[in-house]
């Protein structure tokens, strides 16, 4: 949501992702890149997991700028059974669809069959989430045979449990290099591949670990929220290059309309800030600030996390991340009118 908006999730109605068994979504006045785009010419699909809400008409891809559609709608659905419980979600410009395989397999084809089939003349806005390797942990057999050899002698030391969960999860993520290749490769079949701005980023930490950051998935600390982001542009953005900056999902969106010549005029305003010079000309990044943060919810009772320059407010504690990265060290009592400035900013 923040990616397709540029606003942040508490803004959009997506505070809470939404389940298999609710009849939450977006809320439909907000404009998405896929609206944008379209406006402007661009032809638009959308080839993997949505999530934005999957009961509602009104909720689905095509009502949202999208003009083709295939995936799942929600989450956590089998790689191979396509169902979630009791409910099967796997569709194609809405309308279910039948289809044997594994998803991530199948993602990387039809994005690959997307590409091969439209006008390259006309410009284009693919977006391909992936499920994986979020769970169920489910991967091909082959591919997961190649990894239980490789950690029976690498990891001899782990549980067989960790190392056949270790397995598994190295199997799905091979499973979807293999689909990104295959689109990167349809992209220089059809001689666009330099001429295609290609943005590869996740959306959250991973589970547990990850080192050398403190926390995971649904925590406020670096290692739930600090993620990979890679960008690929020849002749438009310098390869080999890192990025240091502060930058935020909400940041892409105003980022790409702008490469696009697309107008961010609009009803409701951003959160985005165009990183485009931050990203290709090394410019200090223009973002100050990034808020996580839910709703009515104060920092004493409810996750909420605000950075401001190199000081965080996190979990009721003050960490400066210039310096410990890893949020090892309360700065609160040290410096308590950060602390209260954080603090009153979060609440306004």
Not at 275 to 294: F, G, K, Y
């Amino acid at each position: 949501a923040a990616f397709i908006t540029g606003r942040y999730p508490f803004r959009t109605g997506m505070e809470e992702r939404s389940h298999g068994n609710d009849v939450a979504g977006m809320l439909t006045d907000e404009r998405t890149m896929a609206d944008a785009l379209h406006e402007a010419g661009y032809y638009t699909a959308i080839i993997g997991q949505w999530h934005l809400g999957n009961w509602h008409k009104h909720h689905l891809p095509m009502q949202r700028g999208f003009d083709y559609q295939f995936g799942l709608y929600g989450a956590l659905v089998g790689y191979y059974t396509k169902c979630r419980e009791r409910f099967y979600d796997w569709h194609r410009n809405e309308q279910v669809l039948r289809e044997d395989g594994y998803t991530t397999d199948l993602i990387g084809k039809e994005a690959a069959k997307v590409i091969k089939s439209i006008d390259t003349r006309t410009p284009f806005f693919l977006y391909v989430p992936f499920n994986a390797v979020h769970g169920p942990d489910e991967a091909p057999e082959a591919l997961a045979d190649k990894y239980r050899k490789l950690v029976a002698t690498q990891v001899s030391h782990l549980p067989p449990a960790r190392r056949e969960f270790n397995a598994i999860k190295y199997a799905m993520l091979e499973s979807m290099d293999q689909a990104v290749g295959r689109i990167l490769k349809s992209l220089e079949t059809r001689g666009v591949l330099d001429d295609t701005l290609i943005v590869f980023f996740n959306d959250n930490g991973g589970r547990k670990e990850n080192p050398p950051y403190r926390g995971g998935k649904g925590e406020m600390f670096e290692g739930g929220v600090r993620v990979p982001c890679i960008l690929r542009w020849p002749n438009r953005i310098p390869a080999d290059r890192s990025v240091d900056g502060m930058i935020h999902v909400v940041d892409l969106y105003p980022t790409l309309l702008g490469q696009a010549g697309v107008s961010l005029d609009q009803p409701l305003p951003l959160d985005g800030m165009d990183m485009w010079n931050t990203i290709v000309s090394n410019q200090d990044s223009p973002r100050q600030e990034v808020v996580h943060a839910l709703p009515g919810e104060h920092i004493d009772t409810g996750p909420m996390s605000i950075r401001q320059g190199a000081y965080k407010l996190v979990d009721r504690a003050l960490f400066n991340i210039e310096q410990d990265p890893a949020e090892e060290y309360d700065l609160a009592a040290k410096h308590p009118e950060i602390y209260r400035s954080l603090n009153q900013r979060l609440l306004q």
